[in-house]
């Protein structure tokens, strides 16, 4: 029962900054980040690992927060959507969602955007079929995946330097 | 009672306190279940909306609608920006405050556009005749020679003589009540107003800034998760708490019926929760998604006539060919992306309360009602809502929140799990619908006999020109007759009405021995459905067959509350595993006037691809009150791959004032899908959702 277990101490990089905090280690990510972390960004919304809107990078992988224990996150770097744009500038992938209006109540959006970033990551140049078949287990009961596909492809485009 | 004996619990001259200095403008909405709603509740009924410019030059909107993804938060600020002559950048909406916006019966139903949007103008226009009013003071220029442009009024022929909105706000307490109508400007003038503009709200929601209500944190706030029987219908029978409170920093708080586990973490609350040994009193039932309908068909009420015409005994005789279908569809979830949530803070004797919530002020009277507070002293603010389609109308949450923040003194958030939103979700009621109807020689449908058991009866009027017609409802949605809540889900009825009508149409079609829109405009007079019909037909871009030609396309039509629509689909029947691919989906949709085309076709895209999940897949499962969908596991909903190649088409009638757009497009999924799949495979379902094994069944 991990409730009444001893604390430990953790340390990793969230966003580019290093964290220090004491919890129990098999809490999930999601719930370290929204409550003792205060970063809200990431979203709870089915809580089993089946819709993608807790998605957060851990070196570079996407991962399910709400699937993920903390302990797991040791000595690793996490990337939520707080740390998605740089110095007060939006991502590319953030400029094209608004750009494409690929969103409508925003409740699935930083989940999208960050599986999205960890597809660009590993493939600069996917085509319709790579970003359905990684983004598959995002859900987005709006359905903007249209314009999220759009919104994706676009996206590749400026940060492979071409014209948007 | 007359209307000046009112009570009002707030009156324009304490919400002018409130807002503070500006220019102020007060209008009534013309939504007639608004009113007599605010009526029925001592609201003032003479204005529930207000806008201000304030000393900073921005103008706000101040209204009780709620934005849950649809949009209204663009569109009304473009309405309102296009008559006041100002950048729409310079809007803010101020949407769902209690304390800062006059009341508002909830947002559902696609009306906040359409009945919200004309008076927002109006009072655009007044609140602009005030500040040409005090420029031509200030700068002692008669009032016809001045122009407003983009929050400044300046003299026409000399521009230099000038002052901006901000300038004539300054100082000022100015309340007017919009009494006189001044003249709105003419759409074709407009430059804001009817142009595609992006969501105002996205850049808050790609950057994770945006809060919905389960991100909002106070200090000292607890998470509540509270023990919930398994199944409807199930009492408990005994409760042993110890091993939960052995966590640390747990708050057990156990009152009448609810028990509850708090904690400063939601995860740890849940922990505990899993601790509580109950046993609860096993509920039989025989009703589960196999007996339902014979349950529905049984608890039919005396019909009462929704609409009729003519005769149907004279159009049966007058009928060569008559047609005989029944139609079902199951019970279907809102499965919002943000489950319902609610975080209740209580100082003194005032509470304030932050709810996913479609209906603000009926969660402050309910809050009220359980705190033992006045309503005055109940302040829900509406942050932004993840998907409501119909589900956060109600939200048992804010309740229980509010009661627990009483018990524990502290501010409590109850945050529904999935599990607990499948469980507790007001469904889209199970329904059967019965049609009769005939074609005479000439291949005109000259009767059409409508029983509806329990969808609702809204599109349920027939558009077609038959003599001789009777529709009946069964007894509305049906209320305690489901073994669980039910309630609106995203064009409530209509879902269910137009996949039966627009099917029995399609079999008409065929057993004329017409294409399915030969025989639509055949049998239609309205121009107005002809014109959406031809414009969906033009863009699809491909000829019609009489069904079933093994193309695989399917058409339907509708009117939803003023909105027409035609779509059109074009599918693939893997007859191996049964399963069905949407290559295309044309929609074409004359909603009025289109304040932002963007949006609207943002509305139509989401619509049908949303659709498709009750076309194939959602539908509750459930045996002896228990929910056996719990999670998208089980209960899949529309994703990437399902995502077809989408087309709308906007249908040009600006002469109409604005109609809705959140809803219409999805009213016709279950029947063009129906139609598409019967002229792929020949076998026509009557069954809403078309599951791989319907389908199979129906091709064996």
């Given at each position: 029962?991990?409730?009444?277990?001893?604390?430990?101490?953790?340390?990793?990089?969230?966003?580019?900054?290093?964290?220090?905090?004491?919890?129990?280690?098999?809490?999930?990510?999601?719930?370290?980040?929204?409550?003792?972390?205060?970063?809200?960004?990431?979203?709870?919304?089915?809580?089993?690992?089946?819709?993608?809107?807790?998605?957060?990078?851990?070196?570079?992988?996407?991962?399910?927060?709400?699937?993920?224990?903390?302990?797991?996150?040791?000595?690793?770097?996490?990337?939520?959507?707080?740390?998605?744009?740089?110095?007060?500038?939006?991502?590319?992938?953030?400029?094209?969602?608004?750009?494409?209006?690929?969103?409508?109540?925003?409740?699935?959006?930083?989940?999208?955007?960050?599986?999205?970033?960890?597809?660009?990551?590993?493939?600069?140049?996917?085509?319709?079929?790579?970003?359905?078949?990684?983004?598959?287990?995002?859900?987005?009961r709006?359905g903007?995946?249209?314009?999220?596909?759009?919104?994706?492809?676009?996206?590749?485009?400026?940060?492979?330097?071409?014209?948007? | 009672?007359?209307?000046?004996?009112?009570?009002?619990?707030?009156?324009?001259?304490?919400?002018?306190?409130?807002?503070?200095?500006?220019?102020?403008?007060?209008?009534?909405?013309?939504?007639?279940?608004?009113?007599?709603?605010?009526?029925?509740?001592?609201?003032?009924?003479?204005?529930?909306?207000?806008?201000?410019?304030?000393?900073?030059?921005?103008?706000?909107?101040?209204?009780?609608?709620?934005?849950?993804?649809?949009?209204?938060?663009?569109?009304?600020?473009?309405?309102?920006?296009?008559?006041?002559?100002?950048?729409?950048?310079?809007?803010?909406?101020?949407?769902?405050?209690?304390?800062?916006?006059?009341?508002?019966?909830?947002?559902f139903g696609s009306?906040?556009?359409?009945?919200?949007?004309?008076?927002?103008?109006?009072?655009?226009?007044?609140?602009?005749?005030?500040?040409?009013?005090?420029?031509?003071?200030?700068?002692?220029?008669?009032?016809?020679?001045?122009?407003?442009?983009?929050?400044?009024?300046?003299?026409?022929?000399?521009?230099?003589?000038?002052?901006?909105?901000?300038?004539?706000?300054?100082?000022?307490?100015?309340?007017?009540?919009?009494?006189?109508?001044?003249?709105?400007?003419?759409?074709?003038?407009?430059?804001?107003?009817?142009?595609?503009?992006?969501?105002?709200?996205?850049?808050?929601?790609?950057?994770?800034?945006?809060?919905?209500?389960?991100?909002?944190?106070?200090?000292?706030?607890?998470?509540?998760?509270?023990?919930?029987?398994?199944?409807?219908?199930?009492?408990?029978?005994?409760?042993?708490?110890?091993?939960?409170?052995?966590?640390?920093?747990?708050?057990?708080?156990?009152?009448?019926?609810?028990?509850?586990?708090?904690?400063?973490?939601?995860?740890?609350?849940?922990?505990?929760?899993?601790?509580?040994?109950?046993?609860?009193?096993?509920?039989?039932?025989?009703l589960d998604n196999q007996t339902i309908f014979r349950h529905l068909k049984n608890s039919a009420q005396?019909g009462d006539v929704v609409t009729e015409?003519?005769?149907?005994?004279?159009?049966?005789?007058?009928?060569?060919?008559?047609f005989d279908k029944t139609y079902y569809n199951h019970y279907v979830a809102h499965a919002?992306?943000?489950?319902?949530?609610?975080?209740?803070?209580?100082?003194?004797?005032?509470?304030?309360?932050?709810?996913?919530?479609?209906?603000?002020?009926?969660?402050?009277?309910?809050?009220?009602?359980?705190?033992?507070?006045?309503?005055?002293?109940?302040?829900?603010?509406?942050?932004?809502?993840?998907?409501g389609f119909g589900g956060?109308n109600?939200?048992?949450?804010?309740?229980?929140?509010?009661?627990?923040?009483?018990?524990?003194?502290?501010?409590?958030?109850?945050?529904?799990?999935?599990?607990?939103?499948?469980?507790?979700d007001t469904f889209r009621p199970a329904a059967i619908i019965d049609i009769k109807s005939?074609?005479?020689?000439?291949?005109?449908?000259?009767?059409w006999e409508y029983r509806n058991y329990f969808a609702g009866d809204r599109s349920s009027q027939p558009f077609y020109?038959i003599?001789?017609f009777r529709v009946l409802s069964m007894g509305g949605r049906g209320g305690s007759v489901h073994p669980f809540g039910t309630g609106a889900w995203r064009g409530p009825g209509s879902n269910t009405n137009v996949f039966a009508m627009e099917s029995q149409v399609d079999g008409m079609?065929?057993?004329?021995?017409?294409?399915?829109?030969?025989?639509r405009?055949?049998?239609?007079?309205?121009?107005?459905?002809?014109?959406?019909?031809?414009?969906?037909?033009?863009?699809?871009?491909?000829?019609?067959?009489?069904?079933?030609?093994?193309?695989?396309?399917g058409l339907a039509c509708t009117d939803y509350l003023g909105t027409y629509l035609a779509t059109?689909a074009?599918?693939?029947?893997?007859?191996?595993?049964?399963?069905v691919?949407v290559?295309?989906v044309?929609c074409?949709?004359?909603?009025?006037?289109?304040?932002?085309?963007?949006?609207?076709?943002?509305?139509i895209?989401g619509c049908i691809t949303m659709g498709l999940g009750y076309c194939f897949t959602e539908e509750i499962r459930f045996?002896?009150?228990?929910?056996?969908d719990?999670?998208?596991?089980?209960y899949?909903i529309p994703?990437?791959?399902?995502?077809?190649?989408?087309?709308?088409?906007?249908?040009?009638?600006?002469?109409?004032?604005?109609?809705g757009?959140g809803e219409p497009a999805i009213t016709s999924m279950g029947a063009v899908i129906a139609n598409a799949v019967y002229?792929?495979?020949?076998?026509r379902m009557f069954t809403l959702p078309m599951t791989?094994?319907r389908i199979?069944?129906a091709?064996?």
């Open positions: 029962m991990w409730g009444i277990q001893m604390e430990k101490n953790f340390r990793f990089k969230l966003n580019g900054k290093t964290i220090d905090l004491a919890s129990s280690p098999e809490r999930m990510l999601l719930w370290v980040l929204r409550s003792d972390l205060e970063l809200t960004g990431t979203k709870y919304s089915c809580g089993e690992g089946f819709c993608g809107a807790c998605t957060v990078l851990v070196d570079n992988e996407p991962v399910l927060s709400c699937q993920f224990p903390l302990k797991e996150a040791e000595g690793k770097e996490v990337l939520t959507i707080e740390g998605l744009g740089k110095n007060g500038e939006l991502h590319p992938l953030q400029d094209a969602f608004m750009q494409h209006n690929a969103l409508q109540c925003g409740f699935c959006t930083p989940g999208m955007l960050l599986g999205a970033y960890a597809l660009l990551l590993k493939n600069p140049e996917p085509s319709t079929k790579d970003i359905v078949d990684t983004m598959e287990g995002n859900l987005c709006c903007s995946y249209k314009r999220i596909i759009q919104a994706i492809q676009t996206a590749a485009r400026t940060m492979r330097g071409e014209r948007p | 009672m007359k209307e000046d004996e009112y009570h009002f619990t707030l009156d324009r001259r304490e919400f002018l306190k409130l807002v503070g200095s500006g220019i102020v403008v007060f209008f009534t909405t013309g939504d007639p279940f608004a009113l007599q709603q605010r009526r029925d509740r001592g609201y003032p009924a003479d204005f529930n909306a207000y806008l201000r410019i304030g000393e900073d030059g921005r103008v706000s909107c101040f209204t009780g609608k709620i934005e849950m993804g649809q949009g209204i938060h663009t569109s009304l600020a473009q309405m309102l920006a296009e008559e006041l002559d100002v950048p729409l950048d310079k809007v803010d909406m101020v949407m769902g405050d209690t304390d800062l916006c006059p009341y508002d019966g909830g947002t009306r906040s556009t359409k009945y919200f949007g004309p008076p927002l103008r109006q009072a655009a226009a007044e609140a602009r005749a005030i500040l040409i009013q005090l420029a031509s003071e200030r700068l002692q220029v008669d009032q016809k020679n001045l122009v407003a442009k983009e929050g400044v009024i300046f003299h026409q022929q000399n521009p230099q003589k000038k002052i901006s909105y901000a300038q004539l706000a300054q100082g000022k307490k100015i309340e007017r009540h919009l009494e006189e109508k001044p003249p709105i400007k003419p759409y074709r003038n407009h430059t804001v107003s009817g142009r595609p503009t992006d969501r105002m709200d996205a850049r808050q929601k790609v950057t994770g800034e945006a809060k919905f209500t389960g991100d909002i944190r106070l200090p000292g706030m607890l998470h509540a998760k509270i023990l919930r029987p398994p199944a409807h219908g199930e009492t408990l029978k005994s409760v042993i708490v110890s091993a939960a409170k052995e966590i640390e920093g747990v708050t057990i708080i156990q009152d009448e019926d609810m028990i509850a586990v708090l904690h400063k973490y939601p995860d740890m609350a849940e922990q505990a929760l899993g601790l509580i040994d109950a046993r609860f009193e096993p509920f039989r039932s025989k005396e015409k003519g005769n149907v005994e004279e159009g049966k005789r007058l009928s060569a060919k008559t919002p992306s943000e489950p319902h949530a609610a975080l209740v803070n209580i100082e003194g004797n005032k509470a304030t309360v932050w709810a996913s919530t479609q209906s603000p002020f009926r969660a402050q009277a309910e809050v009220a009602q359980v705190l033992g507070f006045p309503q005055e002293k109940v302040r829900v603010i509406t942050p932004f809502v993840g998907c956060k109600q939200g048992y949450q804010i309740v229980e929140a509010a009661r627990l923040a009483k018990l524990t003194g502290k501010p409590v958030q109850v945050a529904w799990s999935r599990k607990e939103e499948f469980f507790y005939g074609l005479d020689g000439s291949n005109k449908i000259v009767f020109d003599p001789h079609a065929e057993a004329a021995g017409m294409d399915p829109l030969e025989f405009l055949h049998n239609l007079d309205d121009e107005r459905m002809r014109r959406v019909l031809m414009a969906a037909a033009e863009k699809f871009g491909k000829s019609f067959s009489r069904a079933p030609s093994g193309k695989g396309y059109i074009e599918v693939d029947v893997n007859k191996n595993n049964s399963e691919r290559k295309r044309v074409a949709q004359d909603t009025g006037e289109v304040i932002n085309p963007e949006g609207v076709r943002m509305q895209e045996s002896n009150g228990r929910i056996l719990e999670n998208f596991d089980t899949e994703r990437f791959s399902w995502t077809p190649q989408i087309e709308t088409v906007l249908v040009d009638n600006p002469e109409m004032p604005p109609q757009c002229d792929a495979i020949g076998k791989p094994d199979k069944e091709l064996s």
